[in-house]
């Protein structure tokens, strides 16, 4: 299996932006193998402090709070005051896999934290469509000058979110190349009316 590592990149828009709760961040990276015969038996996990919950199917890992806090302070973001969890399908399980791509099993990530003043300051339509992975183009070209690794960017969907009681966000589908390995990214940002929470579920489709 190869792992490609995007830890300076992976937290770009949590860094500074988050503390507390109300932060949600899902990612199922390279959810391959989801399909399965008969009726697939699922995890929920849940927040009912923040009425947040995502399922998992039963045969995936979950990561210990101790492996993932450790990758998220590694990765340079604070575990401190934040809900999180992760979920891993791999027969070799790890918390690494969080900020990796190229993964040939899935891989889900959840956090629960407070958009800061700056973050609530910073948050754009822009700034939801690179939460995850640079999908502007100044983004683009900001990262591919510092080192990026992913190449051949495509886009396939740009679209604009409204819904009820002032919801609105972006779902972003595109496709990046890591190390001669072309995955498909889909990302759904939404925020609430007032833009104090922030709703983040990226994945990468192989």
Known sequence: MEVTPLTKWAFR??????????????GALA???LSACGSPAYTYVADSSASTYYKVPTQWHQISQ????????AAGSSSAG?????????P???????DSVSLNKPFLFAEVGHLSSTGINQLS??????????VT???RQTDASAGFPGTNFTQ???????????VHGVRETFKYTFSGVTDTFDEEVLTNADQTILYTRPGALQ
Do not use: C, E
């Open 13 to 26: 828009s949590t860094r500074g932006l988050t503390s507390g709760l109300t932060f949600l961040f899902m």
């Open 31 to 33: 959810t391959v193998g």
């Open 66 to 73: 101790k492996d993932l806090n450790a990758a998220l302070q």
């Open 82 to 90: 934040v809900w999180s969890t992760a979920y891993d399908a791999s």
């Open 92 to 98: 070799a399980p790890s918390a690494n896999h969080n």
């Open 125 to 134: 339509y822009d700034a939801m469509r690179d939460i995850w992975l640079p």
């Open 137 to 139: 183009s100044t983004t």
């Open 156 to 166: 396939l969907r740009d679209q604009m979110i409204s819904g009820k009681q002032g």
